[in-house]
Nanobody
């Protein structure tokens, strides 16, 4: 079992920055990959970024590449999503997720076993 709790969302102007955190508990944090997804009203949940268990490899959606950075601190059982140069189209609820059974890099929702409750990010123009 893995429990995930996101924090750090809020309201920011276009061009601004936010850092989301995802605190994990339960299973050994350094044993699984982590991902971030987002869901805007009326749209499907979409992949944002993935980081492997060691933090050695990362993978991003094209829409955020060069602006967002995923990282993790295994000593603190926490994953992060640094979001820079935010745009109004980044407005969404952001979710972290744990890929416990799948060992590779993945952007598929089906490979993530546990999800947080989400944190809202709103970017004003």
């Amino acid at each position: 079992q893995v429990q995930l709790v996101e924090s750090g969302g809020g309201l920011v102007q276009a061009g601004g920055s936010l850092r989301l955190s995802c605190a994990a508990s339960g299973r050994t944090f350094s044993s699984y990959g982590m991902g971030w997804f987002r869901q805007a009203p009326g749209k499907e949940r979409e992949f944002v970024a993935h980081i492997t268990w060691s933090g050695g490899s990362t993978y991003y959606a094209d829409s955020v590449k060069g602006r967002f950075t995923i990282s993790r601190d295994n000593a603190k059982n926490t994953a992060y999503l640094q979001m820079n140069n935010l745009k109004p189209e980044d407005t969404a609820a952001y979710y972290c997720a744990a890929a416990v059974l799948f060992s590779g890099i993945t952007k598929s929702k089906n490979h993530y076993d546990y999800w947080g409750q989400g944190t809202q990010v709103t970017v004003s123009s």
